[in-house]
């Protein structure tokens, strides 16, 4: 049965992996050994480094993406590595992000990727056979599963099979038997807070005679003689389970080791758990995002402290093959996952939880105790952003936002950042890249109630967008609040003029004079962007991150902006894609100017790297219509005279089944097809070009 806190449980166990992960990340091998994260950083206790927003890692990015089986392949039915393999193909861009391309023999993943683009099918992907022994029982199969876990609450036995199902894509033996392990224990933490049960469920899943279960008893008997000295046990694994006799680059065993320690030393604390997990070494942040999960669901919440979940602030990014869905809000994702997980046990969901989801567009209802959504303010001097229960507009939470005495002109905004760029970020090891979840023509709305406490005129708002290149804020008219009211904000976003939209929300000020100086609250509720989206990408105002031209996510090919397009040169197929991956009707134009080649093309309702539609230029006097289905396939095509070094207004608009192409204002082309329903637009080639693409218009129907 599905606990009564089931979706606190998931939202505290994902935030638990996210902590651990950028606690430990910091501090991961090779460079840092045991001995220096000892030398240098002591007893921790906290983060060890600040960042301007976290960049998650493979980590993070494989039980997010991949978990996306459940939606592509297994709708109605268990998952099974076939499902989750062709999730790896349809989600990485060869090469970059995801996960760790340390080349074919080297990194188990990179192989894996390799073995399925060459037809090698999983689970044969990633076993013995195909690999060997030491590529196989490397720590990816544990590192990648936490999702598994969370959507098969109470369930060790299928929250391990599901594990294993995902781990045999790329793992085996060993490999495979800590994704059993942890999903397991996942499962088993929404049903106890005991630590000494859920690591018992865990080994409950997994042979008895393994490595993997040889191992963790080796910890708890050590703990049981030596129960208050984990350095002392981590001593003993180096000893008698070290890297020196597990070869390959990030060995199962002596990591499996380490969670083992730092759950049973941790005694079900949350914060020690992860800290201890990061004090130990080895790949410190998989085994501190994989027992942050854990003990995440088993302590809740309220066992999280704040010096760990604030600077998290409910959010983080992937690096997948989709700029918008590699921007995630950690509450919405969490009901996500609730819904799934009753889906999974065949139970009803709740229609409070379905209603409060919603993946087409923003919805932040600050129902989740604790949750911000990622909502920022700009000058903490004067204000300061926290959850509050004192107050909603609907249900139980809201935002708080203090304004400590502020005069007349004195301002702070109080925003989302619906998109990020390469400057945005402390590192890049894992490339990630965006496309805006807030666009030209969309709505956006919010509640806002004042509680003024000083002050000789209460205070006033302005609604505003900020474009990402120029900085500009597109600062809507002022609006003075209402003591002791709720006010319905609502406006229309603006057309930016080819720019993109990195921060959304409010200018809070000050009306009152200097005595006395304005001091009180305003409660955000039900702030949501939404509504059909008409904008423009100009790629004057553009520029490169993260590799890719903004806001395109790049796969294969060298692209660049030159003389105001975006420009690709190429040997191989190769696409780029771009907006709301959930967009179902729209009409997508852009100039098209061949160079060379016989194909230059534009997709829509791309679901990712193996899934969606090409239509355009195509072969000597032809336009084309193609599916890509894991494999392209021509649906229609026709004559069309084209030449290189002219510009061509290519429109693909997908209303329904229908797909339409349009070639300088003419219908060329039209076909019916239903398979896929949604997804990003973007252009692509099928193979050698050089093209310019320019003056990209969107308008959804």
Not at 256 to 267: E, S, T
Not at 367 to 385: K, M, Q, V, W
Not at 560 to 565: C, K, L, T, Y
Request: charged share 20%; with cysteine.
């Amino acid at each position: 049965m599905i606990p009564s806190n089931y979706l606190e449980k998931v939202y505290a166990g994902y935030l638990g992996m996210n902590i651990g992960i950028r606690l430990g990340a910091p501090v991961e091998p090779t460079i840092w050994t045991y001995e220096r994260i000892k030398s240098t950083y002591g007893d921790i206790t906290d983060y060890v480094k600040e960042f301007k927003n976290f960049a998650a890692d493979d980590d993070a990015n494989g039980p997010y993406y991949f978990l996306r089986a459940l939606y592509d392949d297994a709708t109605d039915r268990d998952i099974t590595p076939n499902d989750v393999a062709r999730a790896w193909l349809n989600y990485s861009r060869e090469g970059i992000g995801m996960f760790w391309w340390g080349g074919y023999g080297v990194s188990t993943e990179h192989t894996a990727y390799i073995n399925l683009k060459n037809g090698i099918p999983a689970p044969d992907s990633g076993s013995i056979r195909q690999n060997g022994k030491i590529i196989a029982e490397q720590i990816g199969g544990q590192i990648f599963i936490d999702t598994w876990g969370l959507v098969n609450p109470c369930n060790p036995s299928k929250a391990a099979d599901f594990g294993e199902a995902a781990a045999r894509v790329s793992h085996d033996g060993e490999g495979v038997l800590g994704a059993r392990f942890f999903c397991a224990a996942i499962s088993k933490a929404f049903e106890t807070s005991d630590i000494n049960v859920i690591l018992a469920a865990g080994l409950g899943q997994i042979p008895h005679d393994s490595l993997y279960a040889q191992v963790a008893r080796a910890v708890l008997e050590f703990h049981t003689q030596h129960p208050d000295d984990f350095r002392a046990c981590r001593d003993m694994l180096e000893r008698d389970w070290g890297y020196d006799k597990y070869r390959g680059v990030c060995h199962i065993i002596p990591n499996a080791g380490v969670c083992v320690l730092a759950m049973i030393y941790g005694q079900g604390d949350f914060n020690r758990t992860v800290e201890i997990a990061t004090m130990c070494g080895w790949d410190t942040d998989c085994n501190a995002g994989n027992v942050g999960t854990v003990l995440g669901v088993a302590c809740g919440l309220e066992g999280i402290a704040g010096k760990y979940r604030e600077p998290i602030n409910d959010s983080i990014v992937m690096s997948g093959i989709s700029g918008y869905l590699n921007i995630l809000d950690i509450p919405t994702y969490a009901k996500e996952l609730a819904i799934l997980g009753y889906r999974l046990a065949k139970q009803s969901c709740p229609q409070e939880l379905l209603d409060s989801f919603t993946e087409r567009d923003i919805y932040f209802d600050f129902e989740l105790p604790g949750s911000t959504h990622n909502i920022r303010i700009s000058d903490p001097f004067y204000c300061r952003a926290k959850h509050s229960t004192e107050r909603a507009y609907r249900g139980t939470g809201s935002l708080e936002v203090l304004f400590d005495r502020m005069n007349r002109g004195e301002k702070s905004k109080v925003y989302y950042k619906p998109f990020y760029t390469r400057d945005d970020f402390s590192d890049e090891r894992y490339s990630p890249v965006f496309s805006p979840k807030a666009y030209s023509g969309q709505t956006v709305s919010m509640k806002i109630y004042l509680d003024q406490w000083g002050g000789n005129e209460t205070m006033g708002i302005a609604p505003y967008v900020r474009l990402a290149k120029s900085k500009k804020e597109l600062v809507q008219g002022y609006v003075k609040l209402v003591n002791g009211e709720w006010l319905d904000v609502e406006f229309q976003i603006p057309d930016t003029e080819g720019e993109l939209i990195d921060e959304v929300g409010i200018v809070l000020e000050a009306y009152s004079t200097r005595k006395p100086k304005s001091l009180g609250r305003i409660f955000i509720d039900e702030f949501r962007i939404f509504g059909k989206a008409s904008y423009s990408i100009d790629f004057r105002k553009q520029a490169m991150s993260f590799g890719c031209v903004t806001p395109f996510a790049h796969n294969h090919g060298a692209w660049s902006i030159e003389n105001g397009a975006m420009y690709l040169m190429t040997a191989e197929p190769s696409e780029a894609y771009a907006g709301n991956y959930f967009a179902s009707d729209y009409s997508v134009s852009v100039k098209v100017n061949p160079q060379n080649g016989s194909s230059h093309l534009v997709a829509v309702r791309a679901q990712g790297a193996m899934r969606g539609y090409h239509a355009g230029l195509d072969g000597d006097n032809q336009v084309s219509l193609y599916i890509n289905n894991f494999g392209f396939t021509k649906l229609a095509g026709c004559r069309y005279d084209w030449q290189f070094d002219r510009e061509y207004d290519v429109q693909v608009t997908v209303q329904g089944s229908a797909i339409t192409l349009c070639i300088d204002g003419e219908q060329v082309l039209r076909h019916t097809d239903d398979t896929f329903g949604y997804g990003m637009y973007g252009v692509s080639t099928l193979g050698a070009a050089r093209t310019y693409f320019s003056d990209i218009r969107v308008t959804e129907i």
